[in-house]
């Protein structure tokens, strides 16, 4: 039996660290308890002057420490004398294992793979790698004196920090803490009502935690920053008067807007609250946030802001590889003049300074940085938000891009930038004089709580609360990702005002989204050859809606880049909408004008700073060049700027496709298939689309469809699960239970609920509905979501009035595995709820022959010509859209074409096909007879069809896949 003495704890894989730690070379290896208090030691080591603490734990793989280990890790190595900590975190698994040998001791503690938290002067970064390489890493670092901060580490290790002190919150009076927030802030000064007080109050508890760890956070990096203001260093502290004191110190100096929400105000004298202000003070130490270098500053502070938070300040935002990226396709001189009219919390406007000021080292070397920050920040850079708060922070970033360099001007607005247009065409503007944006005021409102003063406001902001005037002067520069806000789930008045604001409906058109109304405004604060980059949905490519702002691009702005994420779902974070970057001249595309096509094929949000700047260097060029160009990171493509005009009804030929080469290769397609079938087709009409049976209210679904588990995929969601048909009745049971319910068929329909593991797209008896009350139906409802009574007499009229032979999805995924066809037929009419579009044909063979077209690569041509791309996953299909889709015009059908119809159904009818991508990958035998056929119907050769279909399937196949 083996003794407790030779199982694994912490303290047994001292010895191969201390071996190894001299065996590199490291100095005076030895161990430490570090006090009294603690029931374990450390391993201590020097290197030179350099003293380092290593802690060994055996327990669950986190990402991040928790602010109490943290804390305690700073601690612990304050009293040895160093504020060098490793933090050793090795496989749970492994406590209490019993030890083979040696041998096998020293492998598992220093070449297999571990977790190790680094909190040092050369090197703070999380890492998984094996000990030995660690310790090599960081003895390379002190030699060669290279510094490493890992930015995502910080970061990720401060929201957990974050996180921690919102437990402080539960000490303190909420209403008091709301007061103080909204008040200070004008919190919901923003587009929208708050209909859930409950949690908006939640998501202020949660910003107060945030604002108080940047108030502790700032003092911590200027102090450290700038020790000529001889700031005393924050420390542990044992009364909240005395955390008060600290802020009273940097606030003499400046900063005031950081500090003049007083959430410490708030806050009991509490010893566990106390407790927990000092770890997150001594975690604070430990991470070593004021090492991060001046180019990362910006984009530090903007991480940093909670995924709750940048939900009150918006929807979405930009993430910062793509406003980095934006900038470096639209800002070409050091010292142009720059604004976002929506500039949330300042990430785009950071990404300008950056941009100007790399482009000012390039052009004027390294000197004067004061200067040309206060140049930057004063004369231009400038920024409006309807938000208060998002204006509030775009003021910290800015300013915190040369900390050293105080400043209480910025020329940052809180206001509704569209109210400008009028202004905008005044000859003051226009003449190159300015209009003026006169200082932040106030005027009463209602209140979140109806208790606390809201306040509409309008003007310029500063650190300190109330900006100077400055004025907008035509500009270089409009940088910008404006709200995307659907005008329909708008307030009333933010509807009125944009449907009141003359100027830019003229421009842009009546029905177009939020995002519109600052293209329009874009025009008119730019001067002639001024440049536009704005993030914008991909729903600028086509729509009705759309199409007046489309037109006014094209004609207006000469486009120089149109850029289209493909591995990213957009270029802001979280977005339900796909979107491109759009950048262009504000100029009348003539002769010579190019535009050049970029699709990233790269996750640009998890790129390192300096691929971004390659990236936008290799454009940059190839656009100087009008270099066609195709490599692992993005594809460049250049079409004639006045070419775009050609595409004015639909861009998507152009901008939609991951790869310009496939959109091509189905665009020429289907012109060529319209131009060979000629009056063979006619387009899909809203005349014969239904929608399905409406499954409303809630529970009416699973009450009343029985679903066959033909694929497991199929039952994912359901409640009623078939079981058995026999000749006469059907056999089913409530998913969840061993329940078994009996129905004659007789009162039933056959269905179709979801498309999902269909095999087939004939579809005889998938799937029932129940028409008349079953036996035990009192059973059925106890368990359903279904609530009162319910009237089988209406709900089987509904059912009758939606019996129907072809349907077709109105949300469709054509890359996942359990999608096999687009549209489905049966000989006898059955039923499919709402999610279907169901089809009016003279005939049931029409239908079939129908069915067969939707079904072929033709209907898949048209769904990537015309998707919303809207949302990630599944695309939503528009009614707008299903009048461009392809039918066959049966009148002009010969009898030998409809032979050859009905003999290919009656072939691929028992067909199980693979999914609709592998149909493509595997060049699938059925899928091609299916498109052989319909395109010999439509007057195809022979002899053309086969490599047409060989570049077609090639093309698709790439379209549908994710890499």
């Known amino acids: 039996m083996v003794s407790s003495q030779n199982r694994i704890i912490e303290r047994t894989l001292y010895d191969p660290i201390s071996d190894f730690l001299r065996e590199i070379k490291f100095d005076s290896i030895g161990e430490s308890r570090a006090g009294k208090e603690r029931d374990f030691s450390d391993i201590v080591f020097t290197y030179g002057k350099d003293k380092f603490v290593i802690e060994v734990k055996l327990e669950k793989n986190t990402p991040t420490l928790s602010t109490k280990a943290t804390a305690q890790a700073f601690r612990y190595a304050s009293k040895l004398g160093t504020s060098n900590v490793l933090v050793l975190i090795y496989p749970e698994t492994l406590k209490n294992q019993p030890i083979v040998n040696s041998e096998w001791l020293r492998k598992i503690t220093l070449n297999d793979k571990i977790k190790c938290h680094v909190f040092t002067d050369y090197w703070n970064e999380t890492v998984e790698d094996s000990a030995s390489k660690i310790f090599e890493e960081l003895k390379n670092k002190i030699d060669s004196k290279v510094h490493k901060i890992d930015l995502h580490t910080i970061v990720k290790q401060i929201r957990q920090i974050v996180s921690d002190l919102n437990a402080i919150t539960s000490y303190v009076k909420k209403e008091k803490l709301v007061s103080e927030v909204v008040e200070k802030l004008d919190l919901f000064t923003s587009i929208g009502d708050i209909d859930d007080q409950e949690l908006a109050e939640n998501q202020i508890t949660n910003l107060s935690s945030y604002l108080l760890f940047n108030q502790l956070l700032f003092y911590r990096i200027y102090s450290k920053k700038m020790t000529s203001t001889k700031l005393p260093e924050l420390t542990e502290i044992a009364k909240i008067q005395d955390l008060q004191k600290y802020f009273d110190a940097i606030t003499k100096i400046d900063f005031k807007s950081i500090y003049k929400i007083n959430i410490l105000g708030q806050i009991p004298e509490d010893n566990l609250v106390i407790e927990i202000l000092n770890d997150v003070i001594q975690a604070i130490q430990l991470i070593r946030a004021e090492l991060i270098t001046h180019d990362l500053a910006g984009r530090f502070f903007h991480d940093l802001i909670p995924h709750e938070i940048r939900k009150i300040l918006a929807a979405f935002y930009t993430h910062p590889n793509s406003a980095d990226l934006l900038a470096g396709l639209t800002i070409h001189s050091w010292n142009e003049t720059v604004m976002d009219p929506a500039c949330g919390s300042g990430t785009l406007l950071v990404a300008s300074y950056s941009r100007k000021l790399n482009l000012y080292k390039s052009q004027k070397g390294f000197e004067n940085f004061k200067a040309v920050h206060k140049q930057f920040i004063e004369k231009e850079i400038s920024g409006a938000d309807l938000m208060p708060f998002a204006s509030h922070l775009t003021t910290i970033n800015l300013a915190m891009q040369q900390i050293d360099q105080?400043?209480?001007?910025?020329?940052?607005?809180?206001?509704?930038?569209?109210?400008?247009?009028?202004?905008?065409?005044?000859?003051?503007?226009?003449?190159?004089?300015?209009?003026?944006?006169?200082?932040?005021?106030?005027s009463a409102q209602l209140t979140l709580t109806n208790e606390v003063a809201w306040s509409k406001k309008g003007g310029s902001v500063s650190m300190e609360g109330r900006g100077s005037t400055f004025n907008i002067s035509p500009l270089d520069v409009v940088i910008m990702n404006p709200p995307f806000s659907d005008r329909e789930k708008m307030p009333d008045e933010m509807r009125t005002k944009l449907n009141n604001n003359v100027v830019l409906k003229e421009k842009v058109g009546g029905m177009v989204n939020l995002w519109g109304y600052f293209i329009g405004l874009s025009n008119l604060l730019l001067k002639n050859g001024g440049m536009l980059g704005a993030v914008i949905p991909i729903s600028i490519a086509r729509g009705g809606a759309t199409q007046p702002v489309r037109d006014f691009l094209l004609s207006n702005f000469s486009a120089k880049f149109i850029v289209k994420p493909i591995i990213d779902d957009a270029f802001s974070e979280n977005s339900a909408y796909r979107d491109v970057l759009y950048i262009a001249e504000r100029k009348k595309p003539d002769e010579k004008d190019y535009t050049a096509i970029v699709s990233i094929k790269s996750e640009i949000k998890k790129m390192p700073s300096d691929q971004v700047t390659k990236l936008i260097n290799d454009l940059n060029r190839n656009y100087i060049e009008k270099t066609n160009k195709n490599n692992d990171d993005y594809e460049i493509t250049f079409v004639k700027t006045k070419e775009l005009f050609d595409y004015s009804d639909n861009l998507m030929p152009l901008i939609g496709f991951k790869s310009q080469k496939n959109g091509l290769v189905i665009s020429n397609f289907m012109a060529e298939v319209r131009k060979t079938a000629g009056n063979k087709l006619v387009k899909l009409s809203k005349e014969i689309m239904r929608e399905g049976l409406h499954a409303s209210p809630e529970g009416l679904s699973e009450l009343v469809f029985i679903n066959n588990p033909i694929d497991e995929s199929r039952v994912k969601r359901s409640f009623l699960i078939l079981k058995e048909k026999k000749s006469q009745t059907l056999k089913f049971k409530i998913k969840s239970l061993e329940n078994e319910f009996e129905i004659p068929i007789s009162k039933t329909q056959p269905a179709l609920r979801t498309l999902t593991g269909i095999k087939n797209f004939i579809v005889d008896n998938i799937d029932y509905v129940i028409t008349e009350e079953p036996a035990k139906f009192d059973e059925i409802l106890r368990f359903s979501k279904w609530k009162g009574k319910f009237d089988w007499f209406t709900h089987n009229k509904n059912v009758l009035n939606k019996l129907r032979h072809v349907i077709i999805p109105n949300r469709f995924r054509p890359d996942s595995a359990n999608t096999h066809h687009f549209a489905f037929y049966s000989k006898k009419k059955f039923v499919a709820p709402h999610s279907f579009k169901i089809l009016d044909f003279n005939s049931s063979q029409e239908g079939l022959f129908q069915t067969l077209l939707l079904n072929s690569s033709i209907t898949i041509a048209n769904f990537l010509l015309y998707r919303s791309q809207s949302t990630r996953g599944f695309t939503h299909i528009m009614e707008a859209d299903w009048v461009l889709y392809d039918l066959f015009d049966i009148k002009k059908l010969s009898h030998e074409e409809k032979s050859k119809l009905e003999e290919i159904a009656e072939k691929l009818e028992e067909i199980n096909f693979p999914s609709i991508k592998d149909q493509y990958l595997t060049n699938n035998k059925y899928r091609r007879i299916l498109d052989v056929t319909i395109?010999?119907?439509?007057?195809?050769?022979?002899?053309?069809?086969?490599p047409v279909l060989d570049k077609l399937y090639k093309a698709i196949y790439e379209e549908l896949s994710v890499d």
């Open 935 to 946: 395109l010999q119907v439509l007057g195809f050769d022979k002899d053309r069809i086969e």
């Open 406 to 442: 105080p400043t209480n001007i910025v020329r940052i607005a809180s206001m509704d930038s569209l109210e400008l247009a009028d202004r905008l065409r005044s000859a003051a503007f226009t003449r190159g004089k300015g209009i003026p944006i006169t200082g932040f005021e106030k």
